[in-house]
């Protein structure tokens, strides 16, 4: 009898090893979906962890009576799930997150007997960084890709002879003539800006002219966009329009030049402060001997007194 006792027990040590050997445990990474229903395989005596990328505030299960789930605030990402029965069994769980998603599963068991791989571990990742490939995770080859190079942007010309400009420590002041002075050969005093032309680019008829700009004055002043124009020192007109500028003592005609752009680091000036700046102009393709190319520099103030800095017809090379 005691033989007997003895062999029974044997065989069902042996036939739960065989069981726990048939075992096939598998691992899987899924993305995180609310339209979708996974299905979830289980065995019974074995856990199946479930991780979730966020805090899980609710679990569901359809058969409690069949499946065995708990969740604790010790490990608000984790959920375990296993089934409460040997024989077959189906149901259904249902997974709330902190965000508001929800997950929802569908438990299958085959029972003891069963041959289905089993669902150890269920990791479930945000649906951007499985579906769509994180530049993070480049490979060596994607990142010498010259697709995947970023191209910096050109800085503008404009801008380039602005920073130039600024970085000068002690700008060529100018004492430049003033504008509607009668004559223009003269030194002007009195003046409520001290002018500095920088450096001259050009590409075809286009121009680039850096300059900086100095308040003389002892009070705050206020200093405009600037100006660009030709004009023709000592030329006089013919009928009514010479005895017009004879009687008002104007020698200077003058033709505004259109300004595509400027820069200004500074608007606002206290006494004895530099702004520094940069104009973009469409220069005329040809001039008369006598006529000049000027920069107009004038403060909201004093916009009759402005300052007139000669600038280069003809741009030095670069």
């Known amino acids: 009898m005691r033989f007997v006792f003895v062999w029974l027990l044997c065989a069902v040590l042996a036939s739960g090893q065989t069981d726990?050997?048939?075992v096939q445990p598998a691992v899987s990474v899924l993305p995180l979906s609310d339209s979708t229903v996974t299905d979830i395989h289980l065995r019974p005596l074995f856990?199946?962890?479930?991780?979730?990328?966020?805090?899980?505030?609710?679990?569901?299960?359809?058969?409690?009576?069949?499946?065995?789930?708990?969740h604790s605030d010790q490990e608000p990402r984790l959920v375990f799930v296993k089934p409460s029965t040997r024989e077959t069994s189906t149901s259904?769980?249902?997974?709330?997150?902190?965000s508001g998603h929800e997950i929802s599963m569908r438990l299958i068991s085959d029972g003891a007997e069963g041959k289905t791989p089993v669902d150890f571990v269920i990791n479930y990742q945000p649906a951007q960084s499985f579906l769509i490939g994180s530049s993070d995770a480049m490979t060596k080859g994607e990142e010498d890709s010259p697709a995947r190079k970023v191209v910096p942007k050109p800085i503008l010309v404009i801008d380039q002879a602005l920073k130039g400009q600024a970085n000068i420590a002690t700008p060529e002041w100018?004492?430049?003539?003033?504008?509607?002075?009668?004559?223009?050969?003269?030194?002007?005093?009195?003046?409520?800006?001290?002018?500095?032309?920088?450096?001259v680019r050009s590409q075809g008829d286009e121009m680039w002219v850096a300059y900086s700009v100095l308040n003389t004055t002892n009070h705050w002043i206020e200093v405009l966009p600037p100006q660009v124009e030709i004009n023709s020192p000592n030329q006089g007109t013919t009928g009514k329009k010479a005895n017009k500028d004879k009687r008002n003592g104007r020698q200077i005609l003058a033709e505004e030049v259109a300004v595509t752009d400027y820069r200004l680091n500074a608007?606002?000036?206290?006494?004895?402060?530099?702004?520094?700046?940069?104009?973009?102009?469409?220069?005329?393709?040809?001039?008369?001997?006598?006529?000049?190319?000027?920069?107009?520099?004038?403060?909201a103030s004093e916009v009759d007194n402005a300052l007139l800095l000669p600038i280069p017809f003809v741009a030095p090379a670069n």
């Open 20 to 22: 726990s050997k048939e």
């Open 47 to 70: 856990t199946t962890t479930i991780r979730l990328p966020e805090a899980v505030t609710s679990v569901a299960v359809g058969a409690p009576t069949l499946f065995e789930v708990e």
């Open 92 to 98: 259904n769980l249902v997974i709330a997150l902190q």
């Open 174 to 199: 100018q004492d430049a003539r003033t504008k509607n002075t009668r004559n223009p050969d003269a030194k002007a005093s009195g003046k409520p800006l001290l002018g500095a032309l920088g450096d």
């Open 267 to 299: 608007i606002r000036l206290a006494p004895g402060e530099r702004a520094d700046g940069a104009v973009q102009f469409s220069r005329p393709g040809f001039k008369q001997s006598k006529d000049r190319l000027m920069l107009e520099l004038a403060t």
